[in-house]
């Protein structure tokens, strides 16, 4: 990277999106970028395809239907980057891009900075720098590997920051620009803080999502899992928008069924509707990596099934409690919070404040050649 001197002609980038997380921290980067003369390319890898985890999202957050889908769909993790790969890399070669733009730690991330790495063209990784030092999750590889092939590191919150030294990294490329899913968060707050969605069937419930692979792969830990959520939504029902993922699985699981009176399972929601159920929820439960923040950022109590998170922010600031496999603390959590909403805490994590995706477009206007 160097300094940028005349600019001859206008910067192109290409940001690459494939998951449904990706979507929502594209958004306000775009957006951001489009107040300079920067000329910008979305690549869809099509690792989400499915209309409620994909196309919905475009429509919803406004962004422009992407320049080309690589179609890659579902498949093993070498499949899925392997595919990615080989697609991106004609897509590279012809669009010459002067910067890619990464997003998040799922395998389109990875893939699409591999290839722009070997390429020579530089790779800008937003939401850098997060870890939760578990080599288990695939995640994780994700993450370590993006950001020792980018050049520039958009981090989210102050621990990035040591996290990316430890590796390494070259501070001067190391920018702290806040979260951009929170700037989509309040972007669209109007329709998350609207009343209360009529079709849903109770007034007091608790919002569960489930698909990481530690939770829902083995049949016999996701049973287990879920006979402890059936005792958490005798409490108060939870209503569950099923991943594909996971209700794939549960449809496969023999002498298994729902209470639907406990656990009432749903499509997929769209992005609004889905942060409008939160917002009337007396709490998450979760595995989800993003509604650790939102939920920090909606000030809802957050009870996460994992037992680590790479968003440590969210447990020391916010309203997020690392559940783990301890169900005895999830049961008495619960209870508590019917009791008691999330505490009110003064201000949401530094820089949280629905300006990151304009903080990124400065930096790259300013030291893209
Ligand atoms: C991926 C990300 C994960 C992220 C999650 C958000 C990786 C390694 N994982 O996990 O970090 O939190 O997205 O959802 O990149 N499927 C559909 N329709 C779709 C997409 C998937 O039916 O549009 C089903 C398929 O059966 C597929 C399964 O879901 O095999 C898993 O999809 P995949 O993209 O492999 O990973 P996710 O679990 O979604």
Known sequence: MTARKKATKPLKIIHVVGARPNFMKMAPVYRALQKHKVKQFIVHTGQHYSQNMSDIFFKEL?????????????????????????????????????????????????????????????????????????????????????????????????????????????????????????????????????????????????????????????????????????????????????????????DRMKNFALDKRKIHLIEPLGYTDFLNLVYHAEFVITDSGGLQEETTYLKKHCFTLRNNTERPVTVTEGTNILIGEDFDLLHKKVGEALKKPASERKKAPARWDGKAGERIAKIIVRSVA
Not at 102 to 112: E, F, K, L
Not at 170 to 197: A, C, E, Q, W, Y
């Open 62 to 250: 406004r962004i422009k239907e992407p320049d080309i889908n690589l179609q890659i769909g579902s498949g093993s993790h070498a499949k899925q980057v392997a595919a990615i790969m080989h697609a991106f890399e004609d897509v590279v070669l012809k669009e010459k891009p002067s910067l890619v733009l990464v997003y998040g730690d799922v395998n389109s991330t990875v893939a699409a900075a591999l290839v722009s790495a070997k390429l020579g063209v530089p790779v800008g990784h937003v939401e850098a720098g997060l870890r939760s030092f578990d080599m288990t999750m695939p995640e994780e590889i994700n993450r370590i590997i993006t950001d020792q092939l980018a050049s520039l590191h958009f981090i989210p919150s102050k621990d990035a920051h040591a996290n990316l030294l430890r590796e390494g990294i070259n501070k001067k490329k190391i920018h702290f620009v806040g979260n951009v899913m929170i700037d989509t968060l309040i972007t669209f707050s109007g329709s998350i803080m609207k009343p209360r969605p009529e079709h849903i069937p109770f007034e007091t419930y608790g919002v569960l999502t489930l698909h990481r692979p530690s939770n829902v792969d083995d049949p016999k830990k996701l049973k287990a899992v879920m006979a402890e959520l059936h005792k958490a939504g005798a409490k108060v029902p939870l209503i569950f928008p099923a991943h594909p993922r996971t209700k794939a699985m549960l």
